[in-house]
DNA sequence: GTCTATACACCGATAGAC
DNA sequence: GTCTATCGGTGTATAGAC
C-alpha cells in the first residue's frame, strides 16, 4: 500500500470527520459548557470510552471543531476573486460567517465559555490558524482603508473585532425566531447594519 | 412599626442586595454556566446554605440579577431629558449599556446559556420588566424612524435586536484586553461603529 | 436565618474485557 | 479500537442542629 491510505485508516479518517461534524452541531446549539461528551457519543452513535481513542479531552475536541472552521474560513478567502475590492471581500467574510452559523454551524468565537477560551489559548494548532486569519484581516483592512473605503471614525481593531464579534451576535438567532425574515434577509439585514450602521447616511 | 421596615427586615435587604451584587460581578466574569453557588456564597461571605433563604435557586437568583438591571434601565429612559431626539435616546440607551458592562456589570443578554435563556422565559417578573423595556425601546425605534434619522436599509427589529446584542458584544472585552484604547473611547468606537457602520458615509 | 454536613445527580476521564 | 463499567470530582439543593 505505497499510496493513500489503508481501508482501516480511511474509517478512522471518517470516523473522526462524523465526530467533529457532530461536535459542530452540539457546540452551536448548547455552547460548550452544556455540552456533554455523553452528548457527543450518543449523537456519533459511538460509546463515551471511543471518544478518547481520537480526542484526549473535551477541550481537544472543541479546539479540533474551531481549528477546522478556520482551515475552511482561509479556504474560502483563497477562493475570493481577485476582482473584488479588500472591502468587499471583508463584506463576504461576515457574509459566509453568517450563512455558516444558519446552516447550524459554530460561530468562529467561542463566547460563551471562559475555560474554553483559556484553553484554546494553549492550543497552538488552533493558534496558529487564528493568527494566519488574523493576518488576512488585517492587510485586507489595510488594503480597504488605502481605498477610502472604511470609516475614519472607526479604528482598525475595532473593524477587526466586530467582524469576529458578529459571527456570533445573537441577532441571528433573534431574526431567525421572529420568524420574519429568510435565512438570506438576516444575513443581508446584518452585513448592511455592520457596514452601513442603523443610522440614516 | 407602623413605618418603615423593622431593623431585622432592613438587615434582610442589605444582604439580599449585597448577593445581588456578588452575582452581578460573578454572572459579567464567568458567565452563568460556569458561575457556581458555592462562588457566590464565597464572594457574599455567607455559608451556601443560607443564599437558599433568600432564593430558591440558582436560576432564580440570576433572574433576580437582570430583572434589577431591566428596572435600573427603564429608570434610566425616564430620566432622560425630553429635549433629547428620539434617535438619541436609543444612542443614549447603548452608550449605558456598554458603560455599566465596563463597570463589571451582567449584560442585558445571558448569551452564554441556553439553559438560563429558557429559565428567564419562566421568570414572569423578568418578562414583565423585559416586555416594558421592548415596548418602550419600539416607541423610541418608530418615532425616530418618523423623524427620517434610521436607515431605510434596516427593518425595525434589526435594530431593536442589534442593540440588545451590542449590550453583550464580546468585542468589549478586546478592546479592553488589547489596551490601546480608554473605557470611554470603547464606548463611543462602539457607538459609532453601531450607528455609523464600519463603511466610509 | 445561619451554619455544617450530606444527599443526589452529572460529567470528564480511565480501566479492562474482547 | 470499541465496548461496558466505574472512579473521582464537582455542583445544586436539602436536612438538621443551633
Same mark, same amino acid.
Given at each position: 500500500?505505497?499510496?493513500?491510505?489503508?481501508?482501516?485508516?480511511?474509517?478512522?479518517? /471518517?470516523?473522526?470527520?462524523?465526530?467533529? %461534524?457532530?461536535? $459542530?452541531?452540539?457546540?452551536?446549539?448548547?455552547?460548550?459548557?452544556?455540552?456533554?461528551?455523553? %452528548? /457527543?457519543?450518543?449523537?456519533?452513535? /459511538?460509546?463515551?470510552?471511543?471518544?478518547? *481513542?481520537?480526542?484526549?479531552?473535551?477541550?481537544?475536541?472543541?479546539?479540533?471543531?474551531?481549528?477546522?472552521?478556520?482551515?475552511?474560513?482561509?479556504?474560502?478567502?483563497?477562493?475570493?476573486?481577485?476582482?473584488?475590492?479588500?472591502?468587499?471581500?471583508?463584506?463576504?467574510? @461576515?457574509?459566509?460567517?453568517?450563512?455558516?452559523?444558519?446552516?447550524?454551524?459554530?460561530?468562529?468565537?467561542?463566547?460563551?465559555?471562559?475555560?474554553?477560551?483559556?484553553?484554546?489559548?494553549? $492550543?497552538?494548532?488552533?493558534?496558529?490558524?487564528?493568527?494566519?486569519?488574523?493576518?488576512?484581516?488585517?492587510?485586507?483592512?489595510? *488594503?480597504?482603508?488605502? %481605498?477610502?473605503?472604511?470609516?475614519?471614525?472607526?479604528?482598525?481593531?475595532?473593524?477587526?473585532?466586530? @467582524?469576529?464579534?458578529?459571527?456570533?451576535?445573537?441577532?441571528?438567532?433573534?431574526? *431567525?425566531?421572529?420568524? $420574519?425574515?429568510?435565512?438570506?434577509?438576516?444575513?443581508?439585514?446584518?452585513?448592511?447594519?455592520?457596514?452601513?450602521?442603523?443610522? *440614516?447616511?
Amino acid at each position: 500500500m505505497a499510496f493513500g491510505l489503508s481501508f482501516k485508516q480511511q474509517q478512522f479518517e /471518517v470516523r473522526e470527520e462524523a465526530i467533529l %461534524d457532530a461536535v $459542530n452541531h452540539l457546540l452551536s446549539e448548547k455552547g460548550y459548557d452544556l455540552m456533554t461528551m455523553d %452528548d /457527543v457519543a450518543d449523537e456519533v452513535g /459511538v460509546a463515551k470510552g471511543s471518544l478518547y *481513542k481520537h480526542f484526549s479531552s473535551k477541550e481537544k475536541l472543541a479546539g479540533a471543531v474551531l481549528t477546522r472552521l478556520l482551515r475552511e474560513t482561509l479556504a474560502r478567502l483563497d477562493a475570493m476573486t481577485a476582482e473584488w475590492t479588500a472591502a468587499r471581500k471583508l463584506e463576504e467574510v @461576515l457574509r459566509w460567517s453568517l450563512q455558516h452559523r444558519l446552516r447550524g454551524g459554530v460561530p468562529h468565537l467561542p463566547s460563551t465559555s471562559r475555560s474554553f477560551q483559556r484553553s484554546l489559548m494553549r $492550543n497552538l494548532d488552533y493558534l496558529g490558524h487564528a493568527m494566519r486569519l488574523q493576518k488576512r484581516l488585517k492587510e485586507l483592512v489595510a *488594503k480597504a482603508r488605502e %481605498d477610502g473605503e472604511l470609516s475614519a471614525q472607526v479604528a482598525d481593531e475595532v473593524i477587526i473585532f466586530t @467582524l469576529y464579534s458578529r459571527s456570533c451576535d445573537p441577532t441571528v438567532e433573534f431574526l *431567525k425566531q421572529s420568524g $420574519n425574515l429568510s435565512d438570506e434577509q438576516i444575513v443581508e439585514a446584518m452585513v448592511a447594519a455592520t457596514f452601513g450602521g442603523l443610522s *440614516k447616511r
